[in-house]
């Protein structure tokens, strides 16, 4: 990608941003009734429900992580507890960024506008966002879209909300299947790849790849 001035650098939060620990927690909640050598699938297994959940109309992001969980449980016959299923939601507004996010995001941030967009409902986010070190200029989430990423429809609304249109932004995500894929789809030609090892790297999909925040200052000319 050639050096590129967006209107705006739009961002996921959750695992691009923010240190991501619904994987950390599964480990700890479920290591009485899910075998060591068993778990790393079981943490899969509840990524892709989560995946799943987010397909269908638009819910509650406490119901995606319940229904997810319940799922997961379910396939692997244990038994599921609505309560401890809770603690994955109530834990997300403490979780803070990963190390390279601040400094990386400062700087850009005293060139161009920051945005998230994110599959988080209201009543989380913005404790998260508050702890990223660096203004952002506006937060959009799935509960405002009516509409979880990857529909295009989350995306619309952020692009509707800004005024702009996909060529206006580049946005930065560490996830195709949530947000890199269903922006290619869209005509976003600047993209940013944060390759956190959540997911391999796709080159189809037309992105700049860069192993952390730290170097996107970079990507912009900065």
């Known amino acids: 990608m050639t050096t590129f001035k967006p209107k705006f650098v739009t961002f996921d939060c959750y695992g691009t941003l923010t240190r991501f620990r619904m994987s ?68 997300v507004p403490s979780w803070g960024p990963w190390d390279d996010v601040p400094a990386g995001l400062a700087k850009i941030a005293k060139e161009v506008p920051l945005v998230i967009l994110s599959n988080a409902s209201n009543s989380q986010i913005h404790s998260n966002v508050a702890k990223l070190g660096a203004p952002v200029h506006a937060v959009f989430t799935a509960e405002d879209a009516q509409a979880y990423k990857p529909h295009m429809r989350a995306f619309e609304y952020m692009l509707d909300s800004l005024g702009c249109g996909p060529e206006d932004i580049l946005h ?51």
């Open 24 to 91: 950390e927690m599964a480990r700890e909640l479920y290591a009485d009734v899910i075998p060591a050598d068993g778990m790393e699938q079981f943490c899969k297994d509840f990524a892709a429900y989560r995946l799943d959940e987010v397909l269908g109309p638009w819910q509650p992001y406490r119901y995606v992580l319940l229904n997810a969980m319940e799922r997961t449980c379910k396939k692997w016959k244990v038994p599921f507890s609505p309560e401890i299923a809770n603690k994955f939601y109530e834990s």
């Open 172 to 222: 930065v995500s560490s996830s195709l299947r949530y947000d890199l894929m269903t922006a290619h789809d869209l005509g976003i030609r600047n993209k940013v790849f944060v390759a956190r090892g959540h997911e391999p790297s796709t080159p189809y999909y037309g992105y700049t790849e860069i192993p952390d925040i730290g170097g996107l200052p970079g990507v912009l000319g900065l």
